[in-house]
């Protein structure tokens, strides 16, 4: 059973989610007319950018984050970043998009000069994230989980990240038992997304440097 | 504009929440 606290804790975490999201007019930018590469690499850094701001905003918002020490802080945003990233864009390609847009967004970023190394793996995770058609409340505790990471470099007290993780992973495993009673695995195959996530994220690294050499 | 800091640099000053700067 879900306890009261918890179900404050969850609303907390889902409130913040949905009121930090990209400014829609430039998740519609992606939308119109085609741009040339560097059109479209200007685009996806200013996207990128925003999203890291969306993400600190957000965050600001995990009760107890803000109780850890601020180099902790920096390191779980500086570590978790580019895979919260991911995991927000992948909602955008499992949510049920008017027709025609996620072909146009595909197109985008195959066309703004990443090369198919990276943008297979990447697509890959957008439709394995999509098969689960996981809950908003499932992504906003996910999200979460992927920051409280307590091994990211530079994290002194890990066990203060863990204490917040646990709490997290005790409502999430709770929820999925509750959202999903036919699919006993449903919490382990979340789980399982947060290592995919991983190798993503490692690709992002040479993603960036074979990015500027095109 | 926010776009050429570093990552570090936009997370700060995200944290400091003077973003308008």
Redesign the interface.
């Given at each position: 059973e879900i306890t009261k606290e918890q179900q404050a804790l969850m609303k907390v975490i889902l409130d913040a989610y949905n009121r930090h999201q990209i400014p829609q007019d430039m998740a519609k930018k992606l939308l119109q007319d085609q741009y040339s590469a560097e059109e479209n690499f200007l685009l996806l850094t200013e996207m990128a950018t925003s999203q890291v701001q969306v993400l600190v905003e957000f965050t600001k918002n995990i009760p107890g984050f803000l109780t850890l020490d601020r180099e902790d802080q920096i390191a779980l945003l500086k570590g978790s970043a580019v895979e919260a990233m991911f995991l927000r864009s992948a909602q955008v390609f499992s949510r049920k998009m008017p027709n025609g847009h996620t072909e146009v967004l595909e197109e985008r970023i195959r066309k703004s000069g990443i090369s198919e190394e990276f943008i297979t793996p990447m697509f890959n995770f957008y439709k394995s994230i999509g098969e689960l058609h996981m809950m908003q409340e499932e992504q906003a505790l996910l999200t979460t989980i992927t920051i409280l990471t307590p091994d990211r470099p530079y994290v002194k007290d890990q066990q203060a990240v863990e204490r917040l993780q646990e709490t997290i992973l005790d409502v999430l495993r709770k929820l999925c038992v509750l959202q999903h009673p036919q699919e006993p695995q449903y919490f382990a195959r979340l789980l399982g997304r947060l290592t995919e996530l991983r190798t993503l994220s490692h690709y992002h690294a040479e993603m960036l440097t074979s990015w500027r050499v095109n | 504009p926010?776009?050429n800091?570093g990552?570090?640099d936009?997370?700060?000053k995200?944290?400091m929440g003077n973003?308008e700067e």
């Open positions: - | 926010a776009s800091l990552l570090e936009i997370i700060r995200a944290l973003l």
